[in-house]
Structure formats: structure tokens, C-alpha cells
């Protein structure tokens, strides 16, 4: 039988891969998703099992320990585990777009210190861009690092909404050093920042606040980052240059919107798959209602949304690996699949009727994880900004 969000020219080890996470999807997480969401629990056996396959190591290179897999390799996973549990691909997105921004920008002796060990999984990666009253304008960021007379800089400051900020030992954050430059961009550096995970005074002049309670994302851990006189090295710098951090910052958020894109996709595609068994299942007028056309409409349109926006998120996976510029397509992917993604699980809710408001149905889960979606990397506002500056620029007159 055919089925949603097939991609075409894979290799045998690409089918491989995901023929493998999809087996530890359905025996692994989806039968204890339930729970762990209920309790809020972080999903430690689980994320220990992604360490034994190697998902924490798929993109970075054969050469620091990892399997060197492309970043479409990547996504389609990250489909897979959203559709088990969307908290699950959460966990290793920050790490995916820590361990990049490393391998694109990062020094040597940083590729060679961190690479090795995110590789495995020991080494768990988060970044931090957003402050409490910032949001979208990051050139507004007030978290500043203050040069010393010995190289070494001091940060003092407040960051917000760091998935995995507590699980993680490696943060790329993102704060402003004085340049002198006339742009603000120009004024921004991204720092790595090593620590223990927990909550507190985690190192000197470095505080975890607590965990923020969400609406939905449960499990994985969204915190405040509290900087207070923190000591950091030049050697912390990424590339080792101050004043590129929002260049670093927006290549990694770039592959980071092909992340969300494909989490939408694997939300949307669970968000389907419940409603197709329920609606043939539940019977009215001595009929299933998959039968009525009401019904059957719907969830004709909901395929529909998720092949389309399957294929842009691949379209943009692929633009990303052949080295062409691909933010129109990320932005693009990104802005429908997360839309889409909403507008599916919405439709599936309904169909459910009155037991889609139970706790005891799965489609009640999807409908306050899929919000999350609209909003991580970028609102879709922000998304719609960018597409409508890079057509202008393409089609000026």
C-alpha cells in the first residue's frame, strides 16, 4: 500500500537508517510517549538507545567519530522520531545545530576538543540567541562579554528558551562584544560555554534557573541562562574572531528550519495516521464515518498538506547538501510545514470528536505540541519576512 511522505533516490544505507529508527520509533516511543509526556519526564533510556545507534554522530564527519551522514539523512530521521514523539527529535536538534556551526566555523582545536565527543552523545549541545524582551530582534541583544586586560572576556546577562538547557555541557550563545562596528550585527559573538548539567549555580557566574512549565514539548527541558560575572577564554570564541556570531547563528538556524520542517512533517503525518484508523473505526448512521464525505474530504485534504510539505523539506534538505544557498527554501519549507502541520492536527482533532479532548487519545498530545512548531526557529512571520526580501531581490526591477 502507498504511503504519505515517501522519498525518492535514496541510498541502500539511507533506507537502512530509517527503516532502523522507524522500528525504534514504534517499539520504543510511541508505547511509552504517553507517560513520559504525562509526567514530564526527560526520556533517558531513550536518549541513551539514540546514543547506541549513533543519531547523536548522523551529520558529523567519519573523522571525528560520527557517520557523516547528509543533512536530508538527517531530517528524515528527525521526521521519524516526531511522528513517535515530537520531545524526542527536540532533544537532539540543539545538538545537531551546535555540532554544525562547530564543523562550518569552528577552529581546529574546537572541531578536534568537541566534535569527538558530541559524536557519541557525551557531549550534548544547546544555543541560546533569544532574551527575556528581545524575541525576532536580535540585533537588540543586551547579554554583553567585556574584554579584559588578559584576553579573557567577562559575560553578564540573561538569555531565554534554551531547549536542552539543563541536559546539555555545551551552549552557543550568542552575545554582544564591542567591536566598534557601525552595523550591530557586526557586534555580536558566539561564545561556547562548557558546564555540568543540572540546575543552579552550574559553574561560576552561570545559573539554570529551573525549568519553564509549557503547554506542550514536554519531557525535554526549555530554561533561562543567567549569566553574573561569568569568566570565559578567547579560546571560547567560535572560529576564534570576535563580531561573527549572528553570521554563525543564522547558518545554524538556516539547517535548523529544515529541522522544524521535518518535525511538522513527522507531527502531521502521526496527526494522519490516527485520524485514517479512527475515522474507520467509529460508525454513524450503521455506517464508518470515513464513509461520509464530510469526513473523507478532510482527510484527503490532510494527506495532501503533509506530501506538500514533505517535499519542500526535502527540496530544501537536498538545496543544503549540493552547497547551494537554500534560506528562500528553508524559510519556505518551514513556514508551510509548520502551518500545515497545525491545520492537520486540527482536522484530525475534529474528527475525533469529543474523545480528541481526551487525555486518553493520542491526537490530544499532537494538538499542544503542534503550536511549539509555528513559533521555534523563526515565526512564521519572521519566515514570511525573509521569503518576501529574497523574491524582491530576485525579481527587482
Known amino acids: 500500500m502507498t504511503k504519505l511522505a515517501q522519498t525518492l533516490g535514496l541510498t541502500d544505507f539511507q533506507t537502512e537508517i530509517l527503516s532502523t529508527v522507524r ?11 504517553a507517560e513520559l509526556e504525562r509526567t514530564d519526564t526527560y526520556p533517558q533510556d531513550i536518549v541513551e538507545r539514540m546514543r547506541g545507534m549513533g543519531l547523536f554522530g548522523l551529520m558529523i564527519p567519519q573523522e571525528y567519530g560520527g557517520l557523516g551522514e547528509s543533512l536530508l539523512t538527517y531530517a528524515l530521521c528527525v521526521e521519524e522520531l516526531a511522528r513517535g514523539w515530537m520531545s524526542i527529535s527536540g532533544v537532539i536538534n540543539t545538538h545537531f545545530i551546535v555540532a554544525y556551526m562547530l564543523l562550518r566555523h ?9 566534535l569527538p565527543r558530541m559524536a557519541t552523545g557525551e557531549t550534548r549541545g544547546a544555543f541560546s540567541m533569544s532574551e527575556p524582551e528581545l524575541g525576532s530582534d536580535v540585533a537588540a541583544i543586551r547579554t554583553r562579554a567585556q574584554r579584559n586586560p588578559d584576553g579573557s572576556y567577562t559575560i553578564d546577562g540573561q538569555k531565554m528558551w534554551l531547549t536542552n538547557g539543563a541536559s546539555s555541557t555545551l551552549i552557543a550563545v550568542l552575545v554582544r562584544t564591542d567591536e566598534g562596528a557601525e552595523s550591530p550585527h557586526r557586534n555580536l559573538t558566539t561564545f561556547l560555554v562548557e558546564k555540568p548539567t543540572g540546575y543552579g549555580e552550574v559553574a561560576p557566574g552561570l545559573v539554570i534557573p529551573g525549568k519553564i512549565d509549557k503547554l506542550g514539548y514536554k519531557g525535554v527541558d526549555t530554561t533561562e541562562l543567567v549569566f553574573d560575572g561569568y569568566r570565559a577564554s578567547g579560546e571560547d570564541i567560535l572560529g576564534g574572531t570576535p563580531g561573527q556570531g549572528f553570521f554563525h547563528m543564522m547558518d545554524g538556524i538556516e539547517v535548523g528550519r529544515v529541522n522544524v520542517a521535518a518535525r511538522a512533517c513527522g507531527v502531521g503525518i502521526r496527526a494522519f495516521e490516527l485520524a485514517v484508523r479512527y475515522a474507520q473505526q467509529r460508525r454513524t448512521f450503521g455506517k464508518p464515518i470515513a464513509e461520509h ?7 484527503a485534504e490532510m494527506a495532501t498538506k503533509i506530501e506538500a510539505a514533505h517535499l519542500m523539506m526535502v527540496n530544501a534538505a537536498r538545496l543544503k547538501d549540493s552547497g547551494e544557498r537554500n534560506d528562500l527554501a528553508a524559510g519556505m519549507a518551514k513556514y508551510l510545514a509548520s502551518e500545515f502541520c497545525s491545520e492537520v492536527t486540527q482536522q484530525s482533532f475534529r474528527i475525533h470528536g469529543g474523545y480528541g479532548y481526551s487525555k486518553e487519545y493520542e491526537i490530544e498530545r499532537l494538538m499542544r505540541d503542534a503550536p511549539f512548531l509555528l513559533i521555534g526557529e ?18 527587482r526591477m
Open 23 to 33: 522500528q525504534f520509533v514504534e517499539k520504543e516511543i510511541i508505547p511509552n510517549a
Open 106 to 114: 569552528g577552529t581546529d582545536a574546537q572541531k578536534q576538543r568537541f
Open 293 to 299: 464525505q464530510a469526513i473523507a474530504f478532510q482527510l
Open 378 to 395: 523563526g515565526t512564521s512571520e519572521i519566515q514570511k519576512s525573509i521569503i518576501s526580501k529574497r523574491l524582491l531581490a530576485e525579481y
